[in-house]
């Protein structure tokens, strides 16, 4: 059982400096290189120009590079629902797609209550609550996308907003799992 105990303080000292001994530039690329080897649905590339693009990422900890990934779904939700919106605003969508399209109006519609619940679970580090909440969101972009998929021949007007959902969400996710991990 020593041994045990040993290894996990190393690794508990090893994490906390290489997180919080990193700072801006180093941290980003820090965090999406462990995010993207430990979760194959984030892309290293993706991560790290999400999180350069948002404002404060160079000056965050670990824990605020978490709250800007979150904030980065919650946009990315708002503004696929006014997205979707904008679609079924055409007089001469397919039946189909339509039904499809109001589905995912509904799921992103949810997303955004869901999100701002994670955002209130985060900031009070209650992360259990926060990840289902997220997961939901997840679950949510992939339930819309399967939507277009039902039917032969459609193609969904959605897919791309899709998977920078999911994968935003999946950034988050483990990111959070890294602060937990790291007694965040």
């Known amino acids: 059982m020593k041994p045990l105990s040993s290894f996990f303080l190393s690794l508990s000292l090893f994490l906390s400096l290489f997180f919080h001994g990193s700072t801006?530039?180093?941290?980003?690329?820090?965090?999406?290189?462990?995010?993207s080897k430990d979760d194959p649905n984030i892309k290293y590339g993706f991560c790290t120009s999400s999180l350069q693009a948002a404002p404060a990422s160079q000056c965050a900890t670990l824990r605020g590079l978490g709250m800007i990934s979150i904030r980065l779904i919650r946009y990315n939700v708002t503004d696929t629902r006014c997205h979707v919106k904008i679609l079924l605003k055409d007089k001469d969508l397919?039946?189909?797609?339509?039904?499809?399209?109001?589905?995912?109006?509904?799921?992103?519609?949810?997303?955004?209550?869901?999100?701002?619940?994670?955002?209130?679970?985060?900031?009070?580090?209650?992360?259990?609550?926060?990840?289902?909440?997220?997961?939901?969101?997840?679950?949510?972009?992939?339930?819309?996308?399967?939507?277009?998929?039902?039917?032969?021949?459609?193609?969904?007007?959605l897919t791309q907003r899709n998977e920078i959902t999911f994968q935003l969400s999946a950034m988050a996710l483990s990111m959070m799992n890294l602060i937990k991990n790291n007694n965040g």
């Open 94 to 157: 397919d039946p189909y797609v339509r039904n499809c399209l109001k589905d995912c109006f509904d799921l992103y519609s949810d997303a955004i209550i869901s999100i701002k619940l994670a955002m209130k679970s985060y900031n009070s580090k209650k992360y259990y609550d926060a990840n289902i909440q997220i997961s939901s969101i997840m679950d949510a972009a992939t339930t819309c996308e399967d939507g277009f998929k039902e039917k032969k021949g459609v193609v969904s007007p």
């Open 24 to 35: 801006g530039q180093n941290l980003i690329q820090n965090t999406c290189k462990t995010c």
